[in-house]
C-alpha cells in the first residue's frame, strides 16, 4: 500500500475538459488527488462540491485538484456542468490508477459484495512524493483539512 513518503504512481488519464492529465507532467506544482465512487451521488457531490467551494483557494496555493473516478469523460461532464464544479474530473473505467493507489477495494452493500473506488485522498508534493494520505475518508470538512496540509507545503 502507497503512503506518506512514497513517489506517488504517475498516471495518465482523460479529462472532464476533453484533454488528457498526466500526473508527472504537473510537477513541480503540489497535487490534490482525490478518488471518489460515483459521479452525481450525494456523498460524491458534497465532497466535489466542497473542493470547488475552497477552488481559489487551492489554486493561491499553487496546487491542482483532481478528483478521480471509473465514470466515463460524458458522465464527469453532465456531473460538472450539473453541480458547476471546478476541479478536475479523470476518468479512470478500467480502474488501473485506482489499483495503483490501492483504493481499488471489495465493497459490500445489502448483502452483496463489489468492486468499487474507497474514497480517498492524496497530496503530492512538488517532488512527486506523497506528502499526506487519506483513507475511508468522511467527506464532512474533509476538503478543509486538505487544504490546510496544501498551503503548509507552499510556505
Known amino acids: 500500500m502507497i503512503d ?7 498516471f495518465a488519464l482523460a479529462s472532464d475538459d476533453g484533454g488528457e492529465i ?10 490534490v488527488v482525490y478518488f471518489y465512487p460515483r459521479d452525481d451521488t450525494s456523498g460524491c457531490t458534497k465532497e466535489a462540491l466542497e473542493f470547488t467551494d475552497l477552488i481559489d483557494r487551492f489554486e493561491a496555493a499553487g496546487a491542482h485538484v483532481l478528483g478521480i473516478s471509473a465514470d466515463t469523460v460524458a458522465k464527469h461532464e453532465k456531473f460538472r456542468d450539473k453541480h458547476g464544479l471546478k476541479v478536475t474530473l ?4 478500467e480502474a488501473t490508477t485506482c489499483a495503483l ?4 477495494k471489495e465493497k459490500s ?4 459484495t463489489f468492486m468499487g473506488i474507497e474514497r480517498s485522498t492524496f497530496v503530492i508534493d512538488g517532488e512527486g512524493r506523497i506528502a499526506r ?3 475511508k475518508v468522511k467527506v464532512p470538512g474533509h476538503a478543509e483539512e486538505v487544504l490546510t496540509t496544501v498551503e503548509a507545503l507552499s510556505r
Open 22 to 31: 498526466t500526473l508527472s507532467a504537473l510537477r513541480p506544482a503540489p497535487v
Open 4 to 10: 506518506t513518503g512514497d513517489l506517488a504512481p504517475d
Open 101 to 104: 493507489y490501492d483504493v481499488w
Open 109 to 112: 452493500m445489502y448483502g452483496k
Open 133 to 135: 494520505a487519506w483513507r
Open 90 to 93: 479523470l476518468s479512470d473505467p
